[in-house]
């Protein structure tokens, strides 16, 4: 009988074996997102804990297999981690921010920077799913400010996918029962589950999620095993060369304009690709308003151009965050690569089509040139046309006839002027914010009250002054683009991007009547 329990252990280690290398394919979840789309987070009872701050999740990019299933999805996390040292000791920090799935770490991202809009995607594939049981997954994120004397919690959140379980995988011989010689073992091979342990029992219990069962006689002096005849393992199909493939998920690395963007494929490789059937206003050359129909070819018309330009990128910026994972699709009906010798491609951005997106939001004209949707772009530009929106809402300057003079900054203003104007920071604009800043001076004889006044450039990007605040006379303070702590003479506008440009634009500052008080072209 000691023989036969050998061969009873050997068989059970050999389904094992056959249950791990199954656990390798593809893990679904079967059923899709359970949370609210802006679910808010809960903030932790901390004394450091910052009661202002917040941590929103939501599900995206959501794959699913051939029958349905989800194979992987993404965590979508935005956050205000624009956090003071919030124990009074030591230096600040960074913040952290870790992926917890049933109290197991799957991400963690260090020195995250302090915004007060800082977003996040955070890609959850099959390789890293598989190391979970079928059951129900509990998902918790946090956000902990490192400093050098506490770990201060800032806000934590949680949320579950339920009915998560694993592949079924079968054997290469599905259901196959050996006929048995004299003496000899007797085995069933049935569909596994790649999570569970195989269990060899008479009479099992039933279960929900099917196990390896095995039926076993054994004698002292057991004859050699009958194997079955093997089935031919298939070749795999080869992966196509990728100048044949005409459909990608990548990683974008840098919008570069409205039409333009970087992207990283799975190898690591990064390519620059253009958006097909579209055109956005150039921001870093000038543009032909001849191109525009209804856009004059004067300074006014270009200038109109360079603004949405730069609205169309700061759109695409928004849109199509960096580390965010997207599909692009090549066109077969259409030129694959353009005279740059860039990719042009579709962009699906949560089933999303991004290029007529644009279109149908006023921030780019129909590209005439040859291609599928040609003629579903095409209705969406006239349609866009016919409402002017976007850059098809251009109003013609209206020249009068007696021109009043121009009067004094202390005339407009009650004193209030631009001191300075610092618009080119020092790098990437769109990275170093609190590089880029306007300077007001209140050079009048009282105290002003700035309480409801804004501050707006060309393209309408408004700051408001915050109630009660007050600039003596003499007195100067600082707007800067980027986030920080406000003081009397430090401002800050909260942007993640650059506001003005550094090829001249306009500074307004409107009172709370709705005045312009202030109006100065750089």
């Known amino acids: 009988m000691a023989t036969g329990r050998i061969i009873v252990v050997v068989w059970i280690v050999l389904l094992s074996i056959l249950a791990g290398c199954a656990g390798t394919s593809d893990t679904p979840i079967t059923e899709t997102e359970t949370l609210s789309e802006t679910e808010t987070?809960?903030?932790?009872?901390?004394?450091?804990?910052?009661?202002?701050?917040?941590?929103?999740?939501?599900?995206?990019?959501?794959?699913?297999?051939?029958?349905?299933?989800?194979?992987?999805?993404?965590?979508?996390?935005?956050?205000?981690?624009?956090?003071?040292?919030?124990?009074?000791?030591?230096?600040?920090?960074?913040?952290?921010?870790?992926?917890?799935?049933?109290?197991?770490?799957?991400?963690?991202?260090?020195?995250?920077?302090?915004?007060?809009?800082?977003?996040?995607?955070?890609?959850?594939?099959?390789?890293?799913?598989?190391?979970?049981?079928?059951?129900?997954?509990?998902?918790?994120?946090?956000?902990?400010?490192?400093?050098?004397?506490?770990?201060?919690?800032?806000?934590?959140w949680n949320g579950t996918i339920a009915n998560f379980s694993q592949s079924t995988l079968e054997t290469a011989t599905p259901g196959y029962t050996m006929t048995p010689t004299p003496d000899s073992p007797t085995r069933t091979v049935v569909t596994q589950s790649a999570s569970r342990s195989p269990t060899a029992s008479p009479t099992p219990e039933p279960i929900q999620t099917p196990v390896v069962t095995g039926t076993f006689t054994s004698t002292t002096t057991p004859t050699p095993e009958v194997q079955p005849t093997p089935t031919p393992t298939p070749e795999p199909t080869p992966t196509p060369d990728r100048e044949e493939r005409t459909e990608f998920r990548v990683t974008v690395v840098e919008i570069v304009d409205g039409d333009t963007i970087d992207v990283r494929y799975e190898d690591g490789d990064e390519e620059r690709v253009r958006l097909l059937g579209v055109d956005t206003p150039e921001v870093h050359t000038t543009t032909d308003p001849d191109e525009w129909e209804g856009i004059p070819d004067t300074d006014r018309g270009s200038d109109h151009l360079r603004d949405w330009g730069h609205k169309a990128s700061e759109f695409a910026r928004t849109e199509l965050e960096r580390g965010e994972e997207i599909r692009i699709v090549v066109d077969e009906e259409a030129d694959r690569r353009g005279s740059y010798g860039r990719l042009l491609v579709y962009i699906y951005d949560d089933g999303t089509l991004f290029n007529h997106a644009l279109i149908e939001q006023g921030y780019a004209r129909l590209y005439d040139t040859a291609f599928s949707k040609r003629s579903q772009f095409a209705s969406t530009e006239a349609n866009a046309r016919a409402q002017e929106i976007g850059v098809w809402n251009f109003e013609p300057q209206t020249p009068e006839p007696t021109p009043e003079p121009t009067p004094t900054p202390e005339q407009i203003g009650d004193g209030l002027i631009v001191a300075n104007i610092h618009e080119d920071a020092s790098g990437n604009d769109h990275e170093n914010e609190n590089d880029e800043y306007v300077v007001f001076e209140n050079t009048g004889e009282s105290t002003l009250d700035l309480s409801g006044w804004t501050v707006e450039d060309e393209a309408e990007h408004t700051y408001r002054f915050p109630d009660g605040f007050e600039l003596d006379p003499g007195s100067k303070v600082t707007l800067y683009t980027g986030s920080g702590t406000e003081t009397d003479s430090e401002l800050y506008w909260g942007s993640d991007a650059a506001i003005w440009n550094n090829n001249g634009d306009t500074i307004y500052v409107i009172d709370e009547n709705g005045k312009t008080v202030v109006k100065e072209p750089y």
């Open 41 to 156: 987070a809960t903030v932790e009872s901390t004394v450091s804990a910052d009661p202002d701050s917040e941590l929103n999740a939501r599900i995206v990019n959501i794959s699913e297999n051939d029958s349905g299933d989800v194979v992987s999805f993404s965590l979508r996390v935005c956050a205000d981690t624009r956090l003071p040292n919030a124990d009074g000791e030591g230096n600040p920090g960074e913040p952290t921010l870790t992926v917890r799935i049933n109290d197991i770490e799957v991400s963690r991202s260090e020195n995250v920077s302090r915004s007060p809009n800082y977003r996040k995607t955070i890609h959850l594939d099959t390789t890293t799913l598989s190391q979970f049981d079928s059951g129900q997954l509990y998902l918790g994120i946090e956000l902990v400010d490192l400093d050098i004397v506490f770990h201060d919690d800032i806000a934590s």
